[in-house]
């Protein structure tokens, strides 16, 4: 490696390279037999992740956005009914809960760890309350049980956001398992577990919310020209489950190497004034997805937090912002009616953060070059 070679936020190059013969054979599988909707490699697919994330039920669909789109559906959700979400996501979790008919009602998150504020969420909480969402941000999950204990006994569900934690437990325990759970999530090309395009899947170990799900999504029926509900097209194809499939098997290695990764980060800027490193909730175990630092040091100041990205990016280094602006500050959902300051410590987090390169294929080098230009671009 050179001084000029790039380092990517995410090098889908080394692990397409990993995993290329083994692809290409599945590809000229599934060519060669024409099963390219559904068909045995769906099928293997989703069992193989029920089984990696333990739960009983995995129905893969076209993408993560439908994802949650289908989970709140099959959970009961209806036309203007309430949703509880975190204003700090990427948007695709607020648009779901438009697109399913429902009003996205936004709550602050964490200060330090950025994940939904549970206790915001429990006083949403109202009388068109039909689910709370939960978003699994940037590679752990968010303390669901505490909104499960919380809300037994009522008619508000709990509907997990998993797109950026394959793999990531908490108590042990997987996304969309046990009773009644659900949990959506992603296989666009960045995410750990990662398709060739786009791709998604629900989980849960709920047979019925499973079947009505699957159902949905297929047209409304589970056999060819039944339909019983009124649904859509959004199926997983059998060329991204052959994808899926070489890299699950890679899964746990890579999200190891992810954990080595942000430990290693974790060393390199332990002593670096005016930043906070990502905290991880206790009994949470972390897959990584994203590395977000907070700087305080501009106390605020985007313009300079931008122009520290844009310094990092021009020497080659892929830092991002994940996420830039709370949903309340984007107009698409500006018509919310919630004004500036409505939740300050997603307000906070969106001025301050960077996103630093980590995926499973990072080298100790590669890292010691990212933590000497960002301490150099933070002045």
């Known amino acids: 490696m050179t001084q000029a070679d790039p380092i990517p936020l995410v090098d889908l190059k080394s692990a397409h390279a990993e995993i290329a013969d083994e692809v290409a054979a599945g590809f000229q599988k599934v060519l060669a037999t024409t099963g390219f909707i559904g068909g045995p490699e769906v099928a293997a697919f989703e069992e193989e992740f029920a089984a990696f994330g333990g739960v009983r039920h995995c129905v893969g669909v076209a993408n993560g956005t439908d994802a949650v789109e289908l989970a709140l559906r099959a959970a009961g959700v209806r036309q203007g009914d309430e949703v509880v979400l975190p204003a700090n996501t990427f948007i695709a979790s607020a648009g779901a809960v438009a697109r399913a008919g429902a009003v996205p009602v936004l709550v602050d998150c964490d200060p330090d760890s950025y994940l939904i504020d549970v ?60 009773t009644g759970a659900i949990a959506a999530t992603s296989f666009y090309p960045g995410k750990n577990l990662g398709a060739y395009g786009d791709g998604g899947a629900v989980v849960t170990d709920d047979a019925d919310m499973a079947k009505t799900v699957r159902a949905i999504a297929n047209h409304g029926g589970l056999t060819k020209y039944s339909h019983d509900l009124v649904g859509f097209n959004s199926r997983l194809d059998a060329l991204q489950a052959t994808v899926l499939r070489s890299k699950l098997r890679r899964l746990p290695a890579w999200n190891a190497a992810r954990r ?106 590669q890292q010691e070059r990212v933590a000497e230009a960002f301490t150099a671009a933070l002045g």
Do not use: M
Not at 150 to 174: F, H, P, W, Y
Not at 265 to 271: H, N, Q, S
Not at 273 to 278: F, K, M, N, S
Not at 282 to 287: G, I, L, P, R, Y
């Open 260 to 365: 080595a990764a942000a430990a290693r980060y974790a060393e390199l800027l332990a002593d670096v004034p005016g930043i906070a490193l990502p905290a991880t909730l206790t009994d949470n175990e972390h897959v990584w997805h994203l590395y977000v630092v907070r700087i305080d040091a501009f106390d605020g100041d985007r313009d300079r937090r931008d122009a520290l990205v844009g310094n990092l990016n021009a020497q080659g280094i892929g830092a991002g912002v994940h996420y830039p602006a709370a949903l309340h500050q984007t107009p698409a959902f500006s018509h919310l009616g919630y004004p500036e300051g409505s939740f300050p410590n997603a307000e906070a987090a969106a001025a301050r953060i960077v996103s630093l390169p980590l995926h499973p294929h990072l080298t100790a080098a």
């Open 119 to 178: 206790q915001a969420a429990l006083a949403a909480v109202g009388p068109r309350t039909a689910a709370v969402l939960p978003v699994h941000l940037y590679g752990q999950h968010a303390p669901v049980e505490e909104l499960t204990e919380k809300l037994a006994g009522s008619n508000v569900r709990v509907i997990e956001d998993a797109a950026q934690c394959q793999g990531a437990t908490r108590n042990g325990r997987g996304a969309g398992s046990g």
